[in-house]
């Protein structure tokens, strides 16, 4: 090859500022050699007048992580995702699945996987296959998984095939969080994933897995492929809720213990819109956005439902309405009232002006004082105690739901994804934060309101750090990591015993371990009077008192 073809090959593309940051020159220095590899084998395709750029617009409408992700040896794998989005663009074609089993060898390099490569109708006859197209995260080392998910054939160990799925699709709010389920669902056990969104509103999701038999990889694709389009059809099926649909005069109504206005009788929270003010935009979501705004001179926020994704979002916003007109605690934000008739879709509540925790831990760039902490928690677990008797699973308790008024008091919101439990007590199918998130609801097992629980015990490290849980992984890294390796955030020295013990004990693995918000209560309290004790000891020269353990259920 003639050095200056090569020189050619290996620049910055065309209309990319020269000025680059540190990774976007890695994202260039590798579709670079993507390109030189493609054009260097017997790709047809990489010969075509105009591919170079073609293959430029491709990495530049994934994010940076997708270049910086990917297995430059395996630069036919960048075809193939190109080729699936390409296809995604078009209903008929999708969504576009991709199916193919790899080999992930352990750190030992052992060649075990072969074996079992060697025994499954999809291989086709070869003894080996390619390696996952990303990898697998080296921080929780999930490539030893591969090793350890072991059957028995006779007298020969041998792993069970490994595979890698590749699905691009219409990008949407909680894709990622449907299409775990819908794996889970077919018995396929999640490994490793990664996440790509384009610019342009699709997705790129690949996940390595486990749990399907040793079949032609062809009949796997067509079963996501079926399970995909069936989920898509039927948006709003739910074990638990039933779909909203419009009623006859455009007002909102759901069957069950949910929202329900009509022509004949209007709700007393049904507040006409021309009565609201918006004066300034707080943040904004997938599916709408929240305003400051006034209502009959009351300060107010307005959270206004995005009509773009209507059939989507009605089932969270009914289920949210049904839930605030229910409850009224000190530790809840208030509500006030709601417009359920198109166009004008908004839950209105109390204005709360010390915005979330999140936000306060971030501006005050760092964690709170523990007395600060206690106080804090007592406020969420109290809130959390009234909507646990109430039946009302939250399932999305974090940081960021918790705000603060002017008076210094915290109190839980946000109950797009809350339910009420269950008469079984128990519930199915995934949601929450995946950082927050319990075991159980990961893996798309039956959950009650200990999943509540042990989000509350990842909010305590939250205040605690003032850091987001896991910071160093994906979201999904980190919940294959609590799944699988019981994997928690790591508490600081120093921190105190008491904290210590609620924080493991709410994040227990099994969730009949775990305290109750009642006992929760308790147990703070006690923690907060000690603490108080045990500064008066030290402000008037005392030793500190012996920390006796804390009991669930101990008297206040």
């Known amino acids: 090859m003639a050095e200056e073809d090569t020189e050619s090959r290996c620049s910055i593309p065309a209309g990319f500022s020269p000025a680059l940051t540190k990774k976007q020159k890695l994202k260039v220095n590798i579709y670079n050699e993507v390109l030189v590899r493609l054009k260097d084998s017997d790709v047809s395709e990489a010969r075509q007048p105009g591919f170079e750029d073609e293959l430029w617009s491709h990495f530049n409408r994934l994010p940076t992580r997708y270049a910086l992700d990917v297995n430059v040896e395996r630069a036919q794998d960048v075809l193939m995702h190109k080729r699936l989005l390409h296809m995604a663009h078009d209903p008929a074609t999708r969504p576009a699945v991709e199916v193919r089993l790899v080999q992930v060898h352990s750190s030992s390099g052992s060649n075990s996987s072969r074996k079992a490569d060697a025994q499954c109708s999809g291989s086709a006859g070869k003894q080996s296959h390619p390696p996952p197209a990303f990898g697998l995260s080296e921080d929780l080392e999930l490539a030893l998984e591969a090793k350890k998910l072991q059957v028995q054939h006779g007298n020969n160990t041998v792993p ?24 889970s669902d077919i018995g396929l056990n999640i490994q490793e994933a990664h996440a790509f969104s384009t610019t342009d509103g699709y997705s790129l999701d690949v996940f390595v897995v486990d749990g399907w038999e040793c079949e032609e990889t062809e009949r796997l694709r067509q079963t996501l492929v079926n399970v995909i389009l069936w989920s898509e059809k039927n948006p709003c099926l739910d074990h638990n809720v039933m779909p909203p649909v419009l009623g006859p005069d455009g007002g909102m109504k759901v069957t069950g213990d949910h929202v329900s206005t009509s022509s004949e009788g209007k709700d007393i929270w049904e507040i006409d819109s021309s009565l609201l003010t918006y004066e300034k935009k707080i943040a904004s979501g997938s599916n709408g956005d929240l305003y400051q705004g006034t209502f009959c001179g009351q300060d107010v926020a307005i959270k206004v439902l995005s009509t773009d994704r209507l059939n989507e979002t009605m089932k969270e916003f009914a289920q949210e309405v049904s839930i605030l007109r229910k409850v009224r605690h000190k530790n809840v934000v208030q509500f006030i009232g709601a417009c359920t008739k198109p166009p004008n879709l908004c839950i209105i509540t109390e204005f709360l002006s010390g915005g979330s925790m999140y936000d306060f831990l971030r501006n005050q760039k760092g964690a709170f004082s523990l007395q600060s902490l206690l106080k804090v928690a007592v406020d969420v677990s109290r809130g959390m105690k009234y909507l646990h008797q109430n039946n009302i699973i939250h399932r999305d308790l974090k940081a960021a739901n918790l705000l603060m008024d002017g008076n210094g008091v915290v109190k839980v919101a946000d109950f797009g994804i809350a339910r009420v439990q269950a008469q079984s007590g128990v519930m199915t199918a995934e949601t929450g934060t995946y950082r927050w998130m319990a075991p159980e609801v990961i893996e798309h097992k039956p959950y009650d309101n200990k999943a509540d629980v042990f989000s509350f015990g990842i909010v305590l490290w939250e ?21 699988k390796k019981g994997l928690r955030p790591p508490i600081p020295k120093h921190t105190n015993p008491m904290l210590v013990e609620l924080m493991e004990s709410c994040w227990q693995h099994d969730s009949s371990l ?41 008297a206040e």
Do not use: C, W
């Open 160 to 183: 069970r095939p490994i595979y890698e799925i590749t699905i691009s699709t219409s990008d949407k709010p909680k894709l990622l969080s449907e299409l775990t389920s819908l794996l």
């Open 463 to 483: 205040l605690l750090t003032g850091k987001l849980p896991y910071e160093n992984l994906t979201p999904l890294q980190a919940a294959l990591g609590v799944v």
């Open 514 to 554: 775990r305290p109750e918000f009642s006992d929760i209560v308790n147990m703070l309290r006690q923690m907060t009077r000690r603490v108080a004790d045990e500064r008066e000891d030290r402000r008037k020269g005392k030793s500190a008192k012996v920390v006796p353990t804390l009991r669930h259920g101990s």
